[in-house]
């Protein structure tokens, strides 16, 4: 067996107990994120197998694909889960590295592992930033290269040039770091409105096993945080130098200048004036 023929792609993983598994935490945490954001335009770029939308209220939704969609045949130690669309409502064939929209347009934009699958992430990131309105936000989930995941892919990896076994992970190509990630998206003046990490059980084959370490997520989540196998970014664009000003109908009237009181002085004056 080739290493091409061990390499299991991102669609196919997701249908594994470890791939529903971090599906499960991603779309919980992304339903928390837009959830009370409000706007008008809003698009999710690419892993359809998310209704990253769903808890949004924004009049115009949609969801971009850099590639038709055709879900995959589940694995043999796959349990039966809600099978996933073929057509995807309101759905966009599009380039991430060129989007079909006009500038400052879009109120929201999620990115569900879209960067680590983008052909050039940095020109992809340029592109939400440059289709977004300011103060709109834009909500991010990579895997994190820094946690057991990544440690156990290594392990496997070794296994896989010896010619037996297969990576726990996906081929999804480089990750993004969190702190790294921050630093792309300040230099391209956004400010980072909160981020979390999640998922500390050890990738697994079986359901079995993911159930026997789920005592681990309380104490991953409080004592070793930045270990988690994946993370959650939100961000908020922001216009250096500009002001919001509101309607002509909102200004006030400009007031009359309080009265000031003459000193005896002016008044002596005043009334000499008069009488001359």
Request: with cysteine; glycine share 8%; charged share 20%.
């Amino acid at each position: 067996m080739t290493q091409s023929a061990q390499i299991i792609g991102l669609d196919e993983w997701l249908l594994t107990p470890t791939g529903r598994y971090l599906l499960a935490w991603e779309q919980q945490q992304i339903d928390l994120a837009v959830g009370d954001l409000f706007g008008f335009h809003a698009v999710q770029l690419g892993l359809p197998q998310m209704e990253g939308l769903a808890q949004n209220r924004m009049p115009h939704r949609w969801v971009a694909l850099d590639r038709p969609f055709a879900p995959p045949a589940a694995p043999d130690n796959a349990t039966q889960g809600p099978p996933a669309a073929a057509v995807i409502p309101r759905a966009l064939l599009t380039d991430f590295d060129a989007l079909p929209f006009e500038t400052q347009s879009l109120d929201l934009v999620v990115l569900p592992h879209t960067l680590e699958l983008a052909r050039d992430p940095h020109q992809a990131l340029r592109e939400v930033e440059r289709v977004l309105v300011p103060d709109g936000r834009v909500v991010v989930v990579g895997l994190n290269p820094a946690s057991l995941w990544w440690l156990q892919q290594r392990v496997s990896g070794l296994c896989m040039h010896l010619g037996f076994g297969r990576g726990v992970l996906p081929d999804t190509g480089d990750p993004i770091g969190y702190w790294r990630l921050r630093d792309w998206l300040r230099l391209l003046s956004f400010d980072i409105e909160h981020g979390r990490f999640g998922c500390y059980r050890p990738a697994a084959r079986t359901e079995l096993w993911l159930d026997r370490f789920r005592w681990i997520e309380p104490w991953g989540d409080r004592w070793w945080p930045v270990l988690g196998a994946v993370y959650i970014l939100v961000a908020v664009k922001r216009v250096r130098g500009m002001r919001l000003i509101g309607p002509a109908w909102k200004r006030q009237k400009p007031k009359a200048a309080p009265a000031v009181a003459a000193s005896r002085k002016q008044r002596l004056h005043k009334q000499d004036g008069n009488g001359a």
